[in-house]
Nanobody, 116 residues
């Protein structure tokens, strides 16, 4: 089993930056892929970015060129650097881990609010 804890959310003005962190604990060697998702109020949860153990990285079209996903294996931490933030980036951001057995785990989320 894997536990995920996000942090780093907050209130920022449009054009500003935030860095989210997701710390993993437990059976971390079983993690194949990690993801960031977000869910705005009244909307469905949407995928934001992926990072795999094979260094494959993918982004949703809406964040390409503004967000950067990375990981520090020594710290068991995944990051999402968010630059040039827009009001439409306002959402609860969640991290997700996909294990090699197909099991998936979610964090509790961290709120990001971008004011115009």
């Amino acid at each position: 089993q894997v536990q995920l804890v996000e942090s780093g959310g907050g209130l920022v003005q449009a054009g500003g930056s935030l860095r989210l962190s997701c710390v993993a604990s437990g059976s971390i060697n079983a993690i194949n892929y990690m993801y960031w998702y977000r869910q705005a109020s009244g909307k469905q949860r949407e995928w934001v970015a992926t990072i795999g153990n094979n260094d494959i990285i993918n982004y949703a079209a809406s964040v390409i060129g503004r967000f950067t996903i990375s990981r520090d294996n020594a710290k068991n931490t995944m990051y999402l650097q968010m630059d040039s933030l827009k009001p439409e980036d306002t959402a609860i951001y969640y991290c997700r881990a996909l294990m090699d057995a197909g099991q998936t785990e979610w964090g509790q989320g961290t709120q990001v609010t971008v004011s115009s």
